[in-house]
């Protein structure tokens, strides 16, 4: 049985996997301003009433959570990841999105990104019930922080639909940042290199511990086999006599 220090040793080798794990990832941003709201003559919003209180001008951000990374030009698929649109200043958001998919076109110096994001509410995807955005930013800038982006598909760049179409709020992209798994070390070699060090940390108290041992007679075992022992020793004292 693991007891003691054994036991605590191995919770925190289980901890460090789980951590290097989870920092396994990439992260895409983009901010920008509402140029139009509910209260422009869309909606109201009824799947997600807070949308209602919105207001042209509003800061909003969109934060996009993936497994993996993004390096290149491609279509990305990222279905289940964490996508949320948010406005902090009114306290709102949506996060009830699906299918997500990421594209990044090469146009010469430029990347141009396109994201459709679908939302689980409403009568579907292409009824009205999904977030578009497409921008452009250098090609150098991909993996970057703190670039600014142009947005494309005026006067729209960013487009989000609920309620069948009946909600559509609209907003620029001004600012595109990314932070991806390639700045986070590989794994297998941050999890070799923490978990030796929660080996060393731990090997004091583990070498402190008395190692017990025990010898074990026929009368141990368990059963028929000590109760045969028994039996054979009696017939030969009887033999013997005889």
């Not at 109201?44 to 969109?62: E, K, W």
Request: hydrophobic share 40%; aromatic share 6%; net charge negative.
């Amino acid at each position: 049985m693991i007891e003691g220090s054994s036991r605590r040793v191995l919770k925190a080798m289980a901890l460090v996997l789980l951590a290097v794990g989870s920092a396994a990832g990439g992260t895409v941003t983009f901010t920008g301003s509402i140029t139009q709201a509910t209260s422009d003559g869309t909606g109201p919003a009824g799947n997600n009433t807070s949308l209602n209180s919105i207001q042209d001008n509003d800061f909003y951000s969109v934060t996009l959570v993936f497994p993996g990374s993004i390096t290149s030009s491609g279509t990305f698929d990222l279905t289940g990841s964490s996508f949320v649109f948010s406005v902090p200043n009114r306290s709102v958001t949506e996060s009830a999105f699906d299918s997500i998919s990421l594209t990044v076109i090469s146009n010469g110096a430029f990347d141009d990104l396109s994201i459709l994001a679908c939302l689980t509410t409403g009568s579907g995807c292409s009824f009205g019930n999904q977030l578009t955005a497409n921008f452009e930013i250098l090609a150098a800038s991909l993996n970057g922080t703190g670039v600014a982006a142009t947005g494309l598909d005026q006067p729209h760049p960013l487009d989000l639909l609920e309620d069948d179409g009946l909600t559509d709020i609209h907003g620029t992209i001004e600012n595109y940042s990314y932070t991806g798994a390639a700045s986070v070390p590989e794994p297998s070699t941050a999890a070799l290199a923490a978990l030796a060090l929660v080996a060393l940390a731990a090997y004091p108290a583990l070498r402190r511990r008395p190692v017990r041992f025990a010898i074990l007679g026929p009368t141990d075992c368990a059963g028929r086999f000590g109760r045969s022992d028994r039996r054979e020793s009696q017939a030969m004292k009887k033999e013997k006599n005889v």
